[in-house]
């Protein structure tokens, strides 16, 4: 995945600036192994759906009214910390952290 065109796809897909598309993109290439084939998918267009322990990217995308690469960062939050996957089902997002 080359970093630059990974950055511009997300700075168009989040409307974000072209600063944090970067670090958007550096992190998606340090990504949880189980995530690997879902960033790729993406980065060719596609939305592959992925779920673990009962949350799915469709889940994360719903409830924290997200694009699908923030679903993916989110995710791999989650795999990254796997102690935090049992509660997300019934997590509700604060203000601040709506609209991302």
């Keep these: 995945m ?26 998606l290439q340090n990504m949880h192994p189980d995530l690997m084939n879902a960033v790729e998918a993406w980065y ?3 939305e592959m759906q992925f779920e673990t322990h009962g949350v799915s990217l469709s889940m994360i995308r719903e409830k924290e009214h ?12 989650l795999l990254n910390r796997p102690q935090l996957l049992p509660g997300y089902p019934s997590w509700v997002p604060g203000n601040k952290d709506r609209g991302r």
């Design 2 to 27: 080359k970093l630059s065109k990974a950055a511009e796809k997300i700075a168009d897909e989040t409307g974000t600036d072209m600063e944090t598309a970067e670090t958007m993109a550096r992190q």
């Design 44 to 46: 060719q267009g596609n």
């Design 66 to 77: 997200c694009t699908h690469v923030q679903a993916l960062l989110r995710m791999n939050l």
